[in-house]
């Protein structure tokens, strides 16, 4: 019994000091939501001077890319894959429908024969957007990390031109008195790599100071702010572009009807992004069950090339299937 209670206390340690991520599903995650403003907050005034700042290159085409947490969910199987498609070949036919993958596995390790064989298995105009590993976020916190960061990037070369944005979520413990760090690590982060940041202290939004100090190093850095749209966290909606590249991060709610009415405000939000000199935008679905994102990410790619003339290729739902949209 004492022994039990000992191992309890450890595991309980152990969690307080590394910080086991919550989750994006569980993160913001709301039991109704009844009372939710859904709607988009205005765009911080330096967003248009930024992008003016930034034109894309004469003749380049702005790029969308869709992604979905994962390419192993059964449910994409008649679906997206065709039946009976076997697990070794379900990246195969991800990265035909997709075109980006939120490349979460990273978080827990970065193995190179993994990587090697992603690759094979991925067209050119594939992107793996690889996650952050915990002993840099959450175990170093960004200090120190320097030479971690290097083993990291050195390894995900391995993508090479499929090789997409690195990003990485904050703890939510990791609050606006660390604004240093978070410069000290983006001065050491090789700047041939885009990289983004997701912030979850909820002190970097409630203040201006906070807010505007840690915008103006992200933008210094050429740094990625992640936006992320969530239902119990309106205030990670930050709006804020810090670089001519973005990352959305939304989560849906099983098709609820918002869903489809906050992307429909979303493909009007980020055409006018691109309009202004937006050159990519990474958008990372996330569902309860992750083959739903299908439906979410063709839905808001069909709006949003209404509106904008984009570089993209679209998930493909059976025949029967695209009278939803």
Known sequence: MKREKHAKRINMLVSFVYEAPISTMEFGKLSSLERVEFALPPDPTENRLLLQQNPLSLGQKPRLWLASPVWSDPGFVGKIYPEKTKKADYLYHYSRQFNAIELNTTWYGVHPVHLNKWFAAAPDDFRFCPKLPQQITHRLQLREAREATRDFCSRIMAFEHKLGPVWGVLPASFGPERTEVVDRWLQQFPPSIPVGLEFRHPEWFSHETNRKAWARIMQKHRAI???????????????????????????????????????????????????NGLHEAYVFFHQPEEHLTVENAIYFAQKLTRLVDLEVRIPRLPDQQMRLF
């Open 225 to 275: 702010a992640i936006i992320t749209d969530v239902a119990g966290r309106r205030d990670v909606l930050h709006m804020h572009l810090t670089a001519p590249v973005s990352i959305l991060r939304f989560v849906g709610n099983r098709h609820h009807p918002t869903d489809f009415s906050r992307l429909d405000d979303w493909a009007v939000r980020m055409a006018d992004w691109y309009r």
